[in-house]
């Protein structure tokens, strides 16, 4: 820390109003009377380019070290009051801002109570200053591979994405072949689009490009390590492989599941799953016996999955331009929110799909070898309607692979009630884990059709990228310290990480402690707060500053 | 990093992360958006959450447009419209008509005296859009303003400390140089008007989402627009002007069941005797966490399937709405004290001018059209994009991921030229 303070106080009066209510020459007075004080200026509009070019010149003739800003809202003005004391050479955690505007004179009524606020707002602003510490910024080497585990279509674009913006990626699929569900899938409507066509297309690009590198038969094991030096395990048919990666994506997809305990029958030869019935249109020359007619049943297990009601209308519209069958669909709430499904339905409906909406489960029973449904269709009349189907099709719920509650285990990152892996904040991060250079993309996380997932592989491959484009990341330096005297490595703190970015290291003769790791650390300030030896030190809020910050108000109580 | 530059036209969360996106990657990024303040049709938007988060994701557009102030790559260009391009990929050459403002973003300080002064009553003539505005600035409404209906006031000209205001300025033109451009115009709600046996316009206790959407972004109570009340009994009618061929709104807008459930349990977090009807087409209840929202709301509120097809005002404070019971085959009749329609999203009307200025297509249902079925963001001409729902419906989220997806496409399609 410098050897002395210079406290360098900016009020502003915005243009004037706020000087109505407050006398801003007394409290200059006042606060350069105030020890370490060097300088304090009134200004009229410090949001103003001119003004913050003034700022600066001050900041550097008079020495300043500390900044304090006493104006409007730092949700408007701190990044620019930020770049300008960089530019003066004062370190940017050297700021400390009082919201006299906002929280003060624009809040309260009564002027003198809010001018009184105000110059509370102040000193407490100028004590916290006397405490902050700089944290300098370090640049740390990180590898610029990317693991993409994966090889469904999502895996596939995000590998390719990857490879045009010239990063290395390691795609890795544990079936012995890449596409996953597109290898399953008859067609890809609403879009008129081949699923192996487009799949060989990709599949061709992939060999062509140096850099992306395919294991097939391969799962993840482990991973240790932080973002930008990541060392993953992977198992390779039967070998152990450790590979280094700067990032790491999941689109490890989804897989189906039927449940009988909900329909309460097993499945038999004319009660088949959306996946029987797409392997059975895809082949479908090998075909002895076409059915006459088939009924699709969605929305049993659960109301609100996109995935199934779009395989339903997908295979039903698969069925009458292959066999030209009657085809039924059973429904509570058709889920045609994606792009195309409005008209993929209206497709299905031009064709003769006969959909049937059901408030109350349908009763199923067999009867001379075909599916006899009872069913009261709810937009035709209260009675109860009886129809009589060849083949009845049931829907699968889906389900998280059966590796993700191992690897969210393995490598500390959340998953969310149903097994799904969890984003990072479901708004502003929904392709972010809880790991810094951890991504989710695709249905391993999510309910989504293929254009949102082709969505989310662009997300995530920009993402990394964004993270990796240099061969340096950088990052705060010690923003959190820990006090290897004072640690009594109890893991209290490496528990409560949300973000995996505490590790334990040997500090002297066998003695352990926690440490920081500068990359991964999101500087939330968990682990200063849950240590029980007050061993850990975020500079940012240290005790100090919000003892400080609380003096003032002594004066009140 | 680089020395290309991108013209993003539009300033909505599509915009705006799109624009985000490319100044991280190290691209200048010039932000035209033809409205004096950026952020679109969501920055109108209110959140509604009620003892706990809904997640409509309008906190996240705050968060957005404040990238773009702390991003000193993006050049925000406002009250902008593009009026010719020329030039291809790697060398457009655009041409924007800068409509003239009143005040001036460079020298507003946001102090708020123009309005104080502001002899317009009751509604102002010269106002800050919203507390989160970006830019910070007040603006001029000329259909308010006193001196744009012939007086001779100068009030705010002469109050304003900073010298922002300025009734002389002329129109602007300006050529920009880009290598790329995005193109993120948005939507248009559909104008409920044209559905002209709802009402809309005509009785007062008729609105639209959207109309509720303003209410609870000036973080005001929802209350009856004939006599100040809380309603008691709302229905909401969902799929209007959406789903419906016949107007050429063919496709679901994709947003209208979750924001009418989501104000449905606000409206009855402000008034737990509130009642709720929801009459619908199909529920769209997907989307990670919606299932458990809309089980809490099965408990709550009332839900009819079918769309009414006539709403009569029978006194001043209430409604009449006419459906077909579907449970007993009839036409049924029932009041309500506030009718909502879901209103959904419909393309620009102007979407055909700018097609033709950027020779790109428009594809079904008027919006713009992408060149590949598999590619949601490249059109016909190389190195122009879309994001965001100009391309289609599509909610907050999905339009910054949109957004972001046609910034990478952008940086992968530069970049390979450059290779």
């Known amino acids: 820390m410098d050897s002395e303070l210079r406290l360098g106080v900016f009020l502003c009066d915005c243009g004037n109003t706020l000087s109505k209510a407050i006398d801003f020459s007394t409290i200059k007075t006042d606060l350069e009377n105030l020890p370490d004080v060097t300088y304090v200026n009134i200004s009229h509009d410090l949001c103003l380019e001119t003004a913050q070019k003034a700022m600066q010149k001050d900041i550097e003739d008079k020495g300043v070290n500390r900044v304090v800003v006493a104006a409007c809202s730092p949700e408007l003005y701190e990044k620019g009051l930020i770049s300008v004391i960089q530019a003066a050479g004062v370190n940017p955690h050297l700021l400390s801002i009082a919201n006299i505007r906002e929280q003060c004179f624009w809040a309260h009524p009564d002027k003198t109570k809010a001018a009184k606020k105000a110059t509370t707002q102040i000193k407490l602003a100028l004590n916290r200053a006397r405490f902050l510490e700089p944290v300098e910024k370090t640049r740390i080497p990180v590898n610029r591979d990317v693991l993409v585990i994966g090889g469904g279509i999502v895996g596939i674009e995000a590998a390719l994405e990857l490879s045009n913006l010239n990063l290395k990626t390691t795609l890795i699929e544990k079936e012995a072949i890449l596409g996953g569900k597109l290898n399953q899938f008859p067609n890809l409507y609403p879009l008129q689009v081949n699923p192996e066509e487009m799949l060989a297309a990709r599949l061709k690009d992939i060999t062509e490009r140096q850099n992306i590198d395919v294991l097939t038969s391969a799962e993840l094991i482990d991973v240790n390590g932080e973002v930008g030096n990541f060392s993953a395990r992977i198992k390779e048919s039967n070998e152990e492989v450790v590979r280094n990666f700067g990032a790491i994506i999941f689109a490890s997809g989804y897989n189906t599941q039927f449940s009988s305990q909900i329909y309460g029958f097993e499945l038999s030869n004319n009660i088949i799953t959306q996946s029987k019935l797409e392997e059975i249109l895809k082949f479908s020359s090998e075909v002895k016996e076409i059915p006459k007619s088939v009924c699709f049943i969605v929305d049993v297990s659960g109301e609100h999955s996109r995935v199934s009601t779009l395989s339903a209308l997908r295979n039903a519209l698969g069925i009458k331009e292959k066999f030209g069958s009657e085809v039924c669909i059973l429904c509570r709430n058709l889920k045609i929110d994606g792009a195309g499904l409005e008209k993929l339905y209206r497709d299905c409906r031009n064709n003769g799909v006969l959909f049937i909406k059901f408030d109350h489960l349908p009763e199923i029973s067999k009867q001379n070898g075909k599916i006899k449904i009872e069913v009261e269709d709810v937009l035709v009349s209260e009675e109860q309607v009886s129809i009589s189907y060849d083949l009845l099709v049931v829907e699968e719920t889906s389900v998280p692979p059966p590796d993700s509650r191992f690897l969210s285990s393995a490598l500390n990152i959340g998953l969310d009630t149903q097994g799904f892996y969890q984003e990072n904040n479901i708004h502003l991060y929904p392709t972010a884990s809880n790991r810094e250079g951890i991504f989710f993309a695709g249905n391993c996380h999510a309910d989504l059709d293929l254009m949102r997932a082709l969505t989310e592989a662009s997300n995530v491959a920009l993402n990394a990228y964004q993270l990796l484009a240099q061969e340096k990341i950088t990052v705060e330096a010690e923003r959190v310290i820990v006090d290897p005297n004072k640690c009594r490595f109890c893991l209290t703190c490496i528990r409560a990480c949300p973000h995996h970015a505490i590790r334990e290291v040997e500090v002297d003769h066998e003695k352990m402690a926690a440490q920081i790791v500068d990359l991964a650390c999101q500087g939330c300030g968990i682990c200063a707060v849950v240590c029980p030896a007050k061993a850990i030190k975020c500079k940012d809020g240290s005790d100090e500053q919000i003892l400080s910050e609380l003096e003032p108000f002594g004066e009140h109580v | ?419």
Not at chain 2, 64 to 76: C, D, F, G, N, W
Not at chain 2, 121 to 149: M, N, V
Not at chain 2, 174 to 199: M, N, P, W
Not at chain 2, 370 to 394: E, M, V, Y
Request: aromatic share 8%.
């Open chain 2, 1 to 419: 990093m680089t020395n290309d530059n991108v013209l993003v036209i539009g300033g909505g969360v599509a915009g705006i992360a799109s624009a985000s996106k490319l100044a991280d990657n190290g691209f200048q990024v010039y932000l035209v958006e033809r409205e004096p303040i950026i952020g679109g049709h969501a920055a109108s938007f209110g959140c509604k959450a009620t003892e706990t988060c809904s997640q409509c994701s309008v906190c996240l557009v705050s968060e957005k447009m404040r990238e773009v102030t702390a991003k000193p790559q993006i050049s925000l260009v406002v009250n902008s419209e593009v009026v010719r391009i020329s030039g291809s990929i790697g060398d457009f050459e655009v041409d924007l008509l800068q409509k003239p403002g009143v005040v001036d973003p460079e020298k507003c300080i946001a102090c708020g005296i123009c309005t104080e002064v502001c002899p317009c009553e009751p509604k102002k003539g010269i106002f800050l859009p919203s507390p989160e505005a970006i830019p910070h600035t007040y603006i001029l409404d000329r259909t308010q303003c006193l001196r744009f209906k012939g007086a001779e006031c100068n009030v705010c000209q002469d109050n304003c400390p900073v010298g922002a205001i300025n009734f002389e300025q002329k129109p602007n033109s300006k050529i920009l140089k880009v290598s790329a451009v995005i193109v993120a115009t948005g939507f248009e709600a559909f104008d409920a008007r044209e559905k002209g046996l709802l009402g809309y316009g005509m009785y007062s206790n008729v609105l639209t989402g959207l109309d509720l959407e303003r209410i609870i972004n000036g973080q005001e109570w929802i209350t009856l627009p004939s006599n100040g009340n809380s309603p008691r009994n709302i229905a909401f009618i969902q799929c209007v002007g959406s789903r419906d061929e016949y107007i050429g709104h063919g496709y679901c807008s994709q947003v209208c069941c979750k924001y009418a459930m989501k104000f449905a349990k606000l409206l009855q977090y402000q008034d737990s005797e509130a009642k709720v009807t929801i009459f619908y087409i199909d529920l769209q209840t997907t989307g990670k966490g919606f299932g458990e929202f809309y089980e809490a709301c099965k408990k709550t509120i009332r839900f009819i399937r079918g769309i009414p097809v006539e709403i009569r005002e029978i006194s001043p404070d209430e409604l009449e709405v006419k459906y077909e019971d579907l449970a007993k085959g009839k036409i049924a009749k029932e009041n309500y004290d506030l009718v909502v329609l879901s209103i959904g999203i419909a393309p620009r009307k102007d979407s055909w001018d700018l097609a033709k200025i950027l020779g790109i297509n428009l594809g079904n249902y008027r919006f713009f059209d992408t060149q590949d079925t598999l590619d949601s963001n490249r059109t016909n001409i190389d190195g122009i994009f879309l994001a965001g729902t100009c391309h289609g419906p599509k909610d907050i989220p999905e339009s910054v991921a949109h957004g972001i997806q046609a910034a990478s496409k952008v940086i992968q399609t530069l970049k390979a030229r450059t290779a």
